[in-house]
């Protein structure tokens, strides 16, 4: 084991610093923070720049210079910048993006505005909503169709990697229909839906004993997967997220969903 004792020290000690980082940089973040808990030489390296830059996404200094913020960000090491991109959203074009890190995995995140999304119907009201990301959000205030598709271009995403997207949402106080119709969620690249992806029928208001529904996420809104799909190397088109009201003999209105944007991250199985 690599942290297995022999004479005070451990096997893994007796390498050069600049050895033991190549090695740890094949493993992840979270394997190094856990590792540097219980092994003293990982611990010496755990906050080596070069270790950190490592696991920094090759565009991450770009994206960073590409932030709409109002002064360049400046940081003491590499691993701050890395916990800094983990927790603290960067926005990107225009501020109808967000860019985000895995913190366990070191692959990225985003978040998609509604502001670009092609949304169908009428009764959409555009506001400000207290703990959203984005500055304005829609809410269905009254309408028989509901529909979008939000686009997002593969070439941002980390290669070699499988990642979820998610419907980031709340229901307002007055909402109905929600509970009584599915809808259809899907995702396809371009004009070719995934192999082996179903569209998915789910209620957005489903009963409390139903298991298989919207989760409730630590910011104060609920999110459903809308499907998996996986990234190679060399595919530079887009994937698209779409949710449409499901087939169904009843005539039902919707109204009351805020939507908060589609966050796409590395998947860890569909909730």
């Known amino acids: 084991m690599i942290s297995q004792e022999r004479n005070g020290r451990s096997d893994i000690s007796k390498l050069p610093i600049e050895c033991i980082e190549h090695i740890m940089s094949f493993t992840s973040p979270g394997d190094v923070c856990s590792l540097s808990m219980v092994c003293r030489a ?3 390296v755990a906050e080596s720049n070069a270790l950190w830059d ?5 565009e991450g200094s770009e994206i960073i210079s590409l932030s709409i913020a ?3 960000l400046i940081f003491e090491s590499a691993k701050q910048k890395y916990f800094y ?6 926005f990107l074009d225009d501020g109808f993006m967000c860019f985000t890190l895995d913190k366990q995995t070191g692959k990225r995140c985003f978040m998609i ?12 009201e555009w506001n400000f909503v207290q703990g959203a990301r984005f500055s304005l959000v829609p809410e269905l205030k009254y309408g028989p169709a509901l529909g979008f598709v939000g686009r997002m271009e593969c070439k941002l995403l980390s290669p070699q990697t499988t990642y979820a997207a998610y419907l980031v949402f709340k229901l307002a106080d007055c909402s109905y229909g929600f509970e009584a119709i599915p809808v259809e969620l899907s995702i396809y690249f371009d004009d070719r839906e995934l192999d082996g992806v179903k569209r998915r029928r789910v209620l957005l208001d489903p009963p409390e004993d139903m298991l298989m529904g919207p989760q409730e996420r630590p910011d104060g809104w609920k999110e459903i997967s809308m499907g998996q799909f996986f990234i190679g190397h060399q595919y530079n088109g887009a994937i698209h997220c779409c949710l449409k009201k499901a087939k169904s003999i009843y005539e039902t209105r919707f109204c009351g969903i805020i939507i908060n944007g589609i966050e796409i991250r590395p998947s860890r199985g569909l909730r």
């Open 42 to 44: 990982i611990r010496d």
């Open 54 to 58: 490592r696991f920094m996404p090759s």
């Open 70 to 72: 109002f002064k360049p």
């Open 85 to 90: 991109l983990c927790h603290k959203a960067v």
């Open 113 to 124: 505005a509604p502001t670009v999304w092609s949304i169908l119907g009428d009764g959409w």
